[in-house]
């Protein structure tokens, strides 16, 4: 399982423009500090953004934009969504309708 960072539900990923990576990875990419700050909402943490000038975001555990993503990171790839969601099972059903082909949704049920 992804190790979560932060407080409850904990955060997954770092959303920098259109990638989206674990947090381990943008701590290499960008800097342990600014991802800590970004990661614990430290005052000011908005200031710190990507190598384009666009601001971090944090994806929680659970959040339906984790479905079907991996890190952005190329020596990474890890899947970022919990790894018994079923979004894995038929990833272009899955973005293309949010269910598979027996219905089942990405809600988490405890389907594996």
């Not at 407080?7 to 990419?29: N, Q, R, S």
């Not at 929680?60 to 018994?84: F, K, N, Q, Y």
């Not at 894995?88 to 988490?108: H, M």
């Amino acid at each position: 399982m992804l190790e979560a960072f932060g407080l409850w539900p904990g955060v997954v990923a770092i959303a920098a423009d259109a990638e989206m990576y674990c947090v381990p990875c943008a701590k290499m990419l960008y800097g342990e500090e600014p991802i800590e700050a970004v990661v614990a909402g430290e005052p000011g943490y908005e200031q710190y953004t990507d190598h384009e000038g666009n601001p971090f975001t944090v994806v929680l555990r659970g959040s339906e934009s984790l479905h079907t993503m991996h890190c952005g990171a190329v020596a990474c790839r890890i899947p970022l969504c919990d790894e018994w969601c079923p979004c894995y099972l038929d990833p272009e059903q899955w973005n293309q309708y949010g269910r598979l082909p027996d219905g089942r949704k990405g809600e988490y049920d405890g389907v594996s």
